[in-house]
């Protein structure tokens, strides 16, 4: 039987619990919560871990009576309640409820501690309306005390020292209990479940540091995940509905009405993009857990990773973001069938390789281009490499052969890098025309020669030879064929770079092993290990000289005609050694 909630019962537990935040000391709090804490270990965490509030979640019916308790507990007035994200996220996940329904807001009134320390007391606020279902979900979150937890500050948001504070808090038994980041307040949070020797009477403890710093809060979130398979195997089950959110995102054009500054309301968004408003709202709700947008009062606004999914956003992904939310994910519905016969399941699925279909479609072909060039954040560095630079100050300045180079933005951003060096693009004729437009706009047309063919074509007497993500694209025997061709076109003189995502050879977590299983689905190539290139180069007569590090998990692989690989190496090991991995 469920009791009656009352306003009282959460009045007292908040008032025990600005009395605690006003009565704690930061040295002598954390012995409690970590038993055997002490001496130089003590000392080094209490300079860099301040005590800053204690939490709880209340249940009010409204505003109205959430302001009525602190004023009973001596609170005084105090903001608006702000969105709560990783409690809300908490709760959803816990009960099984659509994050939309849960309207939980964050108030920290102010206390003073006995020392005259600023503190505050988090008071985390589910609206539970007369009749709206939730009473059962607060009768047990009132029992159980899951949010309610000790807090402390990070003095200095270092990466390193906030990884050595989590492995001290582990070392006297502490455990992961998850965190997220608030991107309304550019916070991140980690928790953790004390040891079950503590004597502070909190069983949850919260480290709170400024700014984003979701990429230690993966290691932490890995640790609490390992604990807890259902919630790691619900997250994994959604990762379809991610992928589909964000394309909806982009189809609608949402990113492309938004402002990354200001917000902007729902009802105005809805009317600009063609969606039903409550129906937009749950859908950008979902985005906000995501970091994708941000709400505030003023309503929803873009963070820097939905910023890419604007149409004119330098680097924009939003091309990449209807490929992979469309004929891929169409195509990956049928990843069984790859599994089980080996047929690539686009072409099960379509009746023909990706190529030939995009092609076909002049729409497709162009949307496919678009989405390419969205991943050209891996080329960044690329015009910087040594063999480029090396033939942009030959006499005469060198030739750049970009093989299969799509629309052109890698061979563009190396003529802008080296205005001495001249290109030469080879690729299918529909793609050609595409390039030489962006190209000339660029400024580059008249440094730039275009071929219209395929490998047989490639052009001879180019200095440097570029295959760029286009290797992955087949198969083992074709890609001899590929590498063939461009040796028989090179001078011995010339260097070929590749630029793949390399399979790491220790299993460790990459984008090319993700990558690997896209491949073998929609194209039937593959990712492949460095060594499994290096045998490819050498069945072409070619050999691996180096291989440097891209972003986005890729690598440019630097081969040259076996004979002259030899000079090559030894010239390239006096580089400096970054350029090596």
């Not at 997250?235 to 509905?241: D, Q």
């Not at 290109?423 to 440094?447: D, F, I, M, Q, Y």
């Not at 690997?516 to 050498?538: K, P, Q, S, T």
Request: proline share 6%; charged share 25%; with cysteine.
């Amino acid at each position: 039987m469920i009791t009656t909630l009352s306003g009282d019962s959460d009045t007292s537990r908040l008032r025990a619990t600005v009395d605690f935040v006003k009565e704690q000391d930061t040295a002598a709090l954390l012995p409690l919560l970590l038993p055997g804490l002490d001496g130089p270990e003590l000392r080094a965490l209490a300079e860099r871990c301040r005590f800053s509030h204690a939490a709880l979640l209340v249940f009010p019916s409204d505003e109205a009576e959430l302001r009525a308790m602190l004023t009973d507990c001596g609170l005084g007035a105090v903001p608006p309640p702000r969105p709560s994200v990783v409690v809300r996220e908490r709760l959803a996940l816990r009960h099984r409820r659509p994050v939309a329904e849960l309207d939980i807001g964050i108030v920290r009134p102010s206390v003073v501690g006995v020392g005259g320390e600023h503190r505050t007391v988090e008071v985390f606020a589910l609206t539970v309306p007369p009749g709206s279902g939730l009473e059962t979900l607060a009768a047990h979150e009132r029992e159980r005390q899951h949010e309610t937890h000790l807090a402390f500050d990070i003095t200095a948001p270092d990466p390193l020292v906030l990884r050595g504070l989590c492995a001290t808090f582990a070392r006297y038994g502490a455990t992961p209990d998850g965190g997220g980041y608030n991107p309304h307040e550019n916070g991140t949070v980690f928790y953790f479940d004390a040891p079950a020797e503590a004597k502070a009477g909190y069983r949850r403890v919260e480290l709170y540091v400024p700014g984003d710093h979701r990429d230690v809060l993966a290691d932490h979130l890995a640790g609490h995940r390992a604990r807890q398979p259902a919630e790691t195997l619900l997250r994994l089950l959604t990762g379809a509905w991610t992928t589909q959110a964000l394309t909806v995102f982009a189809q609608l054009g949402v990113a492309d009405a938004m402002d990354g500054e200001r917000g902007t309301g729902v009802t105005e968004l809805a009317r600009e993009v063609g969606a039903r408003p409550e129906n937009l709202a749950t859908l950008l709700r979902y985005l906000v857990m995501l970091g994708v947008v941000a709400e505030g009062r003023d309503g929803f606004r873009l963070t820097g990773p939905g910023g890419l999914l604007r149409a004119d956003a330098p680097g924009s992904m939003r091309a990449l973001a209807l490929m992979y939310g469309g004929p891929f994910y169409r195509s990956f519905a049928e990843l069984g069938h790859t599994v089980r016969t080996g047929e690539v399941a686009f072409e099960h699925l379509f009746g023909e390789n990706h190529f030939d279909h995009f092609a076909r479609d002049p729409e497709l072909a162009e949307l496919f281009d678009r989405s390419m060039a969205a991943g050209s954040a891996m080329f960044h560095p690329l015009p910087a490499h040594p063999v480029l630079t090396a033939a942009a100050e030959a006499p005469g300045g060198g030739t750049v052969v970009d093989v299969a180079g799509g629309n052109g933005e890698l061979l563009g951003r190396v003529l802008a890098a080296h205005p001495r060096l001249k290109g030469v693009l080879l690729e299918r004729p529909h793609a050609v025309e595409a390039a030489r437009r962006r190209l000339a706009e660029a400024g580059h047309g008249t440094r730039c020669a275009f071929v219209a063919g395929d490998f047989t074509d490639v052009p001879a007497g180019g200095g440097v030879y570029v295959l760029s993500r286009v290797l992955h694209d087949w198969d083992d025997e074709r890609c001899r064929e590929i590498l063939r061709h461009c040796a028989r076109a090179m001078p011995d003189h010339a260097d070929l770079l590749v630029v793949e995502r390399v399979l790491p050879s220790d299993g460790s977590a990459s984008l090319a092993t993700a990558w690997d299983l896209h491949m073998m689905c929609n194209v039937g190539g593959r990712e492949r290990r460095a060594d499994h290139y290096g045998r490819l180069f050498a069945d072409a007569g070619l050999a691996l000289v180096d291989r440097s590090p891209l972003p986005l998990d890729g690598n440019v692989l630097h081969a040259r005609k076996t004979g002259a690989a030899r000079s090559a190496r030894a010239t390239s090991a006096g580089r400096p050694a970054r350029m090596h991995v």
